[in-house]
């Protein structure tokens, strides 16, 4: 993963923003997701979500594992599992090297517990749908 972040840490913002643009038209309800969180996170907490999710789906595809489009219906369901019904989170190797990665990408250490919580719980709702997203076959 370090690889990974320090690959798209070094690209220029034009080729980030057209990665993030591009992926955006291949994951339309995640995307939507992240953007209406706009509101809720300081300016450089809320881009790094984009980062994250390239990067999420860097490692997904690395591994073998191509996530196919996040539904609306995965989405929601991972957010009631997650929110409402506080499921367990998974992957906790995972949520802390994407934490990293956020933390990096804004240039920040979020020390504040709620913010912290709440940036592990959309962290978190982006792994949940990726795994959920990879094709049954590869499972």
């Given at each position: 993963m370090?690889e990974?972040?320090?690959?798209?840490?070094a690209?220029?913002?034009?080729?980030?923003?057209?990665?993030?643009?591009?992926?955006?038209?291949n994951?339309d309800?995640?995307?939507?997701?992240?953007v209406?969180?706009?509101?809720?996170?300081p300016?450089a907490?809320?881009?790094?979500?984009?980062?994250?999710?390239?990067?999420?789906?860097?490692?997904?595809?690395?591994?073998?594992?191509?996530v196919e489009?996040?539904?609306?219906?995965?989405?929601?369901?991972?957010?009631?599992?997650l929110?409402?019904?506080?499921?367990?989170?998974?992957?906790?190797?995972?949520l802390?090297?994407?934490?990293?990665?956020?933390?990096?990408?804004?240039k920040t250490?979020?020390d504040?517990?709620?913010?912290?919580?709440r940036?592990?719980l959309?962290?978190?709702s982006?792994?949940?749908?990726f795994e959920?997203?990879?094709?049954?076959r590869l499972?």
């Amino acid at each position: 993963m370090r690889e990974i972040r320090e690959r798209f840490l070094a690209l220029a913002p034009s080729e980030r923003s057209r990665l993030i643009l591009e992926w955006g038209e291949n994951q339309d309800y995640l995307f939507g997701y992240l953007v209406n969180l706009s509101d809720d996170f300081p300016e450089a907490i809320h881009e790094s979500f984009f980062d994250a999710a390239l990067q999420l789906n860097e490692a997904f595809t690395r591994t073998g594992m191509p996530v196919e489009v996040v539904s609306d219906e995965v989405l929601s369901e991972v957010l009631r599992e997650l929110v409402v019904e506080g499921s367990q989170w998974s992957s906790p190797a995972m949520l802390a090297e994407l934490l990293l990665s956020v933390e990096v990408s804004a240039k920040t250490t979020i020390d504040e517990p709620e913010l912290l919580e709440r940036v592990q719980l959309i962290l978190q709702s982006l792994i949940e749908c990726f795994e959920r997203s990879v094709p049954e076959r590869l499972n």
